[in-house]
């Protein structure tokens, strides 16, 4: 556990990844964020620096993970040129854990590469008590020798841990994920509501969903939730759009019509349009309950 370890993105994922990471005996050594207060707090509860620079957390640390949350922001942490994790960056090891296209995972290993640095993919389909428990799973890209490097440290943070192959190819199953994902939720939410219009006994409708084969993960997360207007957030109903576009947008590019993929990715933009994309992804159910948002 020799590794000095950065954090770039202090929100809630990176936060309690940082926590885990500490309490297995990891020294975080550098903490940066784009709201210095989160990073500032952080830093003082793990003991760690507050980087006021990318360039500082780099200096600092051997393994650097990057949480943060779109492909603008994964681009200006690894900018060209001006404050940036590239900053002789030579021998370091940057961790990405964003969902960002494949195609930005691609851009920042090259960009990586050039300054004599390399880069993984960390994927991570969970939420975030599963990054405090170390219990998330990680889906990996990019050079196998990069992940056995760093494969000890993963394994602090995952119980289920997967090399996926080159750079691009978690961040395109973690879209495919994601994607499902959405598309369940969003027809969950369309079935208790068209439920809960017809006058069933909704607690009763689940329990059968459950024993049938509308059961799925997200009846177990999300539908108890959707019945009592509870959207406290693990997965933002804008971190969903953002999401499912991506993965539309794949789809557009390998030549396919994905009208499910579509119709959920509008659901979801429909909700952040009505200023509810703070909400849960649960929140879908806002759009298809009677006498809601819809």
């Known amino acids: 556990m020799n590794e000095k370890i950065g954090f770039v993105g202090v929100g809630r994922m990176g936060a309690n990844m940082a926590r885990r990471l ?6 975080i050594a550098s ?4 709201h210095p ?14 980087a006021r620079t990318l360039a500082a957390v780099t200096s600092a640390a051997d393994v650097i993970f990057t949480v943060v949350t779109d492909d603008a922001a994964q681009l200006s942490v690894f900018a060209d040129d001006g404050d940036s994790l590239l900053v002789r960056a030579r021998g370091k090891v940057f961790v990405n854990c964003a969902t960002v296209t494949p195609k930005t995972h691609v851009e920042i290993g090259r960009r990586a590469k050039r300054r004599g640095a390399m880069t993984l993919e960390g994927c991570m389909a969970s939420s975030i008590p599963q990054a405090r428990q170390g219990t ?6 990019g050079d196998r020798k990069c992940f056995e490097r760093v494969k000890p440290i993963l394994e602090r943070l995952s119980t289920a841990l997967r090399f996926v192959g080159k750079a691009g190819q978690a961040a395109q199953v973690k879209a495919l994920v994601n994607m499902v994902m959405n598309a369940n939720t969003a027809a969950l939410a369309e079935g208790l509501g068209l439920g809960s ?3 069933l006994d909704l607690d009763m409708l689940r329990e059968i969903f459950a024993q049938t084969g509308a059961q799925s993960q997200v009846l177990k997360t999300d539908g108890e939730d959707m019945q009592n207007r509870a959207h406290e957030c693990y997965f933002s109903a804008a971190h969903a759009a953002k999401d499912s576009t991506i993965a539309w947008v794949l789809g557009c590019e390998a030549g396919l019509r994905l009208p499910v993929a579509s119709a959920t990715r509008l659901q979801f933009e429909r909700l952040v349009s009505l200023g509810l994309g703070g909400l849960d992804k649960s ?7 009677k006498g809601r948002h819809g």
Do not use: N
């Open 22 to 27: 500490s309490d297995c005996g990891y020294r």
């Open 31 to 34: 903490i940066y964020d784009s």
């Open 37 to 50: 207060p989160a990073a500032a707090s952080l830093a003082r509860e793990l003991g760690a620096r507050h």
């Open 136 to 141: 998330l799973y990680l889906m990996c890209g």
């Open 197 to 199: 219009a017809l006058g």
């Open 283 to 289: 929140g879908v159910a806002e759009l298809t309950f």
